[in-house]
């Protein structure tokens, strides 16, 4: 059983195989199956545009894009993760610290990684979506649904054969959810605990504003995605 906990993340994680600095198990999110994300970015942003994904796990969003004519570069802080991708240029980094000499048509931020609750380490995250961006690219988000705060509760269900179950539901203040996931399948079982920020229009738009963005436009009913451009 392994574990991995952060001072800098506020997540942790355990389970078999290895684990990312935030927790996430690696064997697990190799397995987990796509769900629309490719086809959204797809639709906002020009056929066979040049995309960096910031936080690219296993490739679970990549393979997607690269189907849908896209030539992506995949960013990720864990080399184990990136192993798994093919097709795409990998670079291992943080986020924070990416300083790529070339510019893409579109940054894609996916993943809720803006519900982050360190602030500084949020900022530092779209101010890189910036520094990576063409002059008339666009930067993709997304964030968890405006509704997803207040009416997140536990559940179960079962996604291409992995059992998952969010367990240990709490709201620390009306701005903060924390939650523990647990996945189980053929066998192995891994856990994964985070807390979360709301992160309303006004808030998102004014965190977007300091990294020098704007948003463009909401690209899903939930307003979960969105295109930010400078």
Known sequence: MNRAESNRYSAAGSGP????????????????????????????????????????????????LLELGHEVVAVDESPEMLAHIRGARTICASIETLSLAERFDVVLLASYLVNETNDSLRASWLAACERQLAPDGCVIVQRHGLSWFDRAQPYERVTGGITLRLREVSRPTPDLLAATMEYEHDGR??????????????RLEAELARAGLRVDSYLTDDRGWLRARR
């Open 17 to 64: 195989g290895p684990l990312t600095p935030d927790g996430c198990p690696v064997e697990l999110y190799a397995l987990l199956p796509p769900q629309g994300e490719a086809e959204i970015v797809h639709a906002a942003v020009p056929d066979g545009a040049t995309i960096v994904e910031l936080g690219a796990g296993a490739g679970r969003v990549t393979r997607g």
């Open 189 to 202: 079982r891994w856990t994964h605990s985070y807390t979360h920020c709301r992160m309303d229009d006004d």
